[in-house]
C-alpha cells in the first residue's frame, strides 16, 4: 500500500522521535480538546471498511498511541501495516489505522458516521470536496460528484506531445498560471477578438510588388539595424479577453515608432480602447479590430502611463476617463513616454488589409513593420512551450478567435528532416509563456489561419513643428503602395472619402 510514501518521511520521523517527549505532552491536552471538534476535520485512512482493534492492541514504548511522527508506531493490517500516530490527525491521510480516531483522538469510530470518497488515489471525506485540476469534486455521503470540464492543461495531451516532439514539431509545458484553469475560461479570456465583420472581410488586400531577391529566410523586426530598440515587448492581457485591442496597438505603436525613427516610441493603453471604445465591442469578452483600427483613426489614444491597463487583473472594464476631444496636455499625459510635447492622441491612418501570400506579408513586415493577424486558438497552444507551432488533432473540441503581431520569420532544421518554415509571431501572455512570449507557427500553410486576415496601417506622425508654431515644416512619410492604400482600408469600406 503506502508503505514507500512514508519511507521518504523518515529524515522528518528521527527529528520528530527528538521532540517526542514534548509531543507527548501535546497529547495529552489535545485529547481534551478533540471531541469538541467535528470528526469531519480529520482523515480515515483507506480502510474504513475495516473496523477491528489495531491501535487498541499496540503496546509500545508511547503507550497505545504515539506522538510525533514513529515508523514503528504502527500495526499489521493485511499484510501491510496501518498507523496509531499523531501524523494521522490530518485530513486525507491515506495509512492509519481504522480505530485511530477512536482510540487516539477520543472521537466515535469514523466509518460509522462519517464515508470517505477515494478517487486517484486521494481519499475525499463526505461533505468536503477536492479539486482536481480544473474540476471539482464533492463527497457527498461516501458518494463522489465531479465536475467533467476539459481542463486548460491537459497532461494527457502534453505527454503525448512530449513523446514525440519531432513529429508534432513543438513541445509543451505545464504552465502554473493555467493550471487549474478550465478550457472554456482560457479560450474566452486569454484571446478576445470577434471575427471582423462581414464587410471587412471582403476587403481587398493591398497590390504589393515585393521584390523576391530581397526578402530574407529569416528576419525579425527587433533587430532590423534601424529599428532597434523600437519594436515593442510582449504585454500580458492577463484574464481579460483584449488581445483585439493588445494586438491593435502593439502594431500601431510599432510602426510608430519605426516611422519617426525611433522618437515616438511609446506603449499605448489598450485600458483606454477596452473602455472607451464600447460600440459593437464586448470589453473582455472580445473585440472587432476592425473597429479598434477605426476608433485609432477617428479618435486615437493615450499612452499606457496615462491609463493603465487593469483589466487583466480585474476581469472588468472601468469607465472611460479621456472625454472625447481631450488632449494630451489637458489630460497630463505627457510626462515620461512622449518625447515631444505632443497634444493630440496617438492615431493612425484607415488600417488596410495584407493578401495571405507568404511573400505579400514579409514584405509588408521588412519594409514598414510588424502586422496584426487573426488565429483560431485551439486548446493545444496553452500548453506551448518552444519549437514551430501547429496544431495537434489532440484537442480539436473548440477554437476561439484571437489576435497576435507577426515580428518576422524563418526556418527550423530538424536533423536532416525538411526545413519547417515558420512565422515569429508575439502573443500577449506574458513572457512566462512560450518563447519568452513569443512563438513561431508553421508558415505558409495558413496554420490556425494566421495567413487569413493580416492587417497593417501607417501611424500618424504627430506634426509638432506647426503645432508649435515653428515655420510649418510637415513631417512626410510615404510608403510604397500610397496610391492604392485608400481602396483597401477601413477608411473606404466605412465612409467615402
Ligand atoms: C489534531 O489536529 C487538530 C486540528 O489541527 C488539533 O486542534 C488537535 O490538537 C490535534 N490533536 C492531537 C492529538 O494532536
Ligand atoms: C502540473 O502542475 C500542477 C501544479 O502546478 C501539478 O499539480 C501537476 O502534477 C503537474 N502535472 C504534470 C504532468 O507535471
Ligand atoms: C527625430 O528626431 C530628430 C531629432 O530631434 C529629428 O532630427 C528627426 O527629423 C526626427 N525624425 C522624425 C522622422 O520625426
Ligand atoms: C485559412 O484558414 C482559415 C481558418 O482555419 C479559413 O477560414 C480560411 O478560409 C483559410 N484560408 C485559405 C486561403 O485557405
Not at 494527457?156 to 487549474?180: C, D, I, K
Not at 530581397?214 to 504585454?235: H, T
Amino acid at each position: 500500500m503506502t508503505r514507500s510514501k512514508r519511507g521518504s518521511e523518515e529524515g522528518r520521523r528521527l527529528w520528530c522521535a527528538g521532540v517526542a517527549a514534548w509531543a507527548a505532552w501535546v497529547v495529552v491536552v489535545g485529547v481534551a480538546v478533540v471531541p469538541a471538534l467535528t470528526a469531519g476535520q480529520y482523515g480515515y485512512g483507506t480502510y474504513p471498511d475495516l473496523p477491528g482493534s489495531y491501535c487498541r492492541l499496540r503496546h509500545g514504548r508511547y503507550g497505545t498511541c504515539c506522538p510525533g511522527r514513529l515508523d514503528d508506531c504502527s500495526m499489521p493490517i493485511i499484510g501491510t501495516l496501518c498507523y496509531c500516530d499523531q501524523f494521522c490527525n490530518r485530513t486525507s491521510n491515506p495509512d492509519c489505522c481504522p480505530d485511530y480516531w477512536d482510540v487516539c483522538l477520543g472521537l466515535g469510530p469514523p466509518s460509522i458516521t462519517q464515508k470517505v470518497c477515494n478517487k486517484d488515489g486521494i481519499d475525499i471525506l463526505s461533505g468536503t470536496s477536492y479539486t482536481f485540476n480544473c474540476n471539482k469534486c464533492l463527497c457527498v455521503n461516501g458518494r463522489l460528484s465531479c465536475e467533467d470540464d476539459l481542463c486548460l492543461v491537459d497532461e494527457e495531451l502534453m505527454r503525448q506531445v512530449n513523446g514525440n516532439p519531432r513529429s508534432y514539431g513543438w513541445t509543451a509545458s505545464n504552465y502554473s498560471m493555467f493550471w487549474g484553469r478550465k478550457a472554456s475560461e482560457g479560450l474566452v479570456m486569454k484571446t478576445g477578438t470577434l471575427n471582423p465583420e462581414a464587410l471587412s472581410m471582403r476587403m481587398y488586400p493591398i497590390l504589393l510588388q515585393p521584390e523576391l531577391d530581397r526578402i530574407p529566410s529569416q528576419f525579425d523586426a527587433r533587430y532590423k539595424r534601424e529599428w532597434r530598440g523600437q519594436i515593442s515587448g510582449v504585454r500580458d492581457q492577463g484574464w481579460c479577453g483584449a488581445s483585439w485591442a493588445f494586438s491593435t496597438l502593439g502594431v500601431a505603436q510599432d510602426r510608430l515608432a519605426v516611422a519617426s525613427q525611433g522618437n515616438e516610441s511609446v506603449d499605448l493603453s489598450p485600458q483606454h480602447l477596452l473602455s472607451c471604445d464600447r460600440r459593437g465591442q464586448s470589453g473582455c469578452k472580445g473585440g472587432h479590430v476592425d473597429r479598434a483600427w477605426q476608433y485609432l483613426r477617428k479618435v486615437g489614444v493615450v499612452n499606457e502611463g496615462c491609463f493603465k491597463y487593469v483589466s487583466g487583473n480585474t476581469g472588468k472594464v472601468p469607465e472611460c476617463r479621456i472625454p472625447r476631444g481631450g488632449n494630451m496636455l489637458t489630460l497630463r499625459c505627457a510626462a515620461d513616454e512622449a518625447v515631444y510635447k505632443r497634444r493630440g492622441l496617438y492615431r493612425t491612418e484607415p488600417a488596410y488589409r495584407i493578401s495571405g501570400k507568404e511573400e505579400d506579408i514579409q514584405w509588408e513586415i521588412m519594409t514598414n513593420g510588424p502586422v496584426q493577424a487573426m488565429i483560431k486558438v485551439q486548446r493545444d497552444l496553452f500548453m506551448y512551450r518552444r519549437g514551430v507551432y501547429a496544431g495537434t488533432s489532440l484537442a480539436p473540441e473548440q477554437t476561439a478567435s484571437h489576435s497576435v503581431r507577426i515580428l518576422g520569420w524563418g526556418e527550423e532544421t530538424y536533423g536532416a528532416g525538411q526545413p519547417s518554415k515558420y512565422w515569429l509571431v508575439a502573443n500577449s501572455w506574458g513572457t512566462e509563456w512560450g518563447e519568452e512570449g513569443l512563438f513561431r507557427i508553421r508558415r505558409g500553410y495558413n496554420e490556425s489561419g494566421i495567413e487569413t486576415f493580416v492587417l497593417a496601417v501607417r501611424a500618424r506622425l504627430y506634426d509638432y513643428d506647426r503645432r508649435a508654431g515653428a515655420g510649418g515644416r510637415r513631417i512626410r512619410h510615404t510608403l510604397r503602395h500610397d496610391k492604392k492604400e485608400h481602396h483597401h482600408s477601413f477608411y473606404h469600406t466605412k465612409r467615402s472619402h
